[in-house]
């Protein structure tokens, strides 16, 4: 997983601005092993930044992460062999994104108890719903996509809608 591991760095304290909030972005294989790794970025990187993240939203985003890279892995590799990660951390929210250059966008379709996998989607949308944020799936300029999830770090708090 490449990750310059610096992010933008803390700003000066005259913008107003807290010293965990950036934005970085990792880029992985699409392989089985890039699961584990972009779930462990994350983690380390929200203990690094000093985000004020409960332990369930942490698990709640690593989960979301370890779900959307799993899916890029599964369904995009073909047309997308890297893809990319990335934490946004504002003020009042986290985002979480996978981004690859599949073209076809997937929905969250309901769920066949009879079939051991294609609930992640469900999942994620689960996760984001329960903590009181938002998910989606937009396409990229180059013609792939980015599916994202901005939970609040406080209850109630408010997440951004898009990128």
Known sequence: MDDDGRGPGPLPPETGKVPYEGVWRFTAAAVDASVPQARHAVRDLLARQGVPASDDLVQGLLLIVSELVTNAVRHAAVLSPMLAVEVAVGAE???????????????????DHGQT???GLLLVREITQEAGGTCDVDHTASGGKVIWAALPLKPNGSAPNAS
């Open 93 to 111: 929210w986290v985002r979480v994104s996978v981004e690859d250059d599949h073209p076809y966008r997937p929905t969250a379709l309901v769920a």
């Open 117 to 119: 996998g294609g609930r």
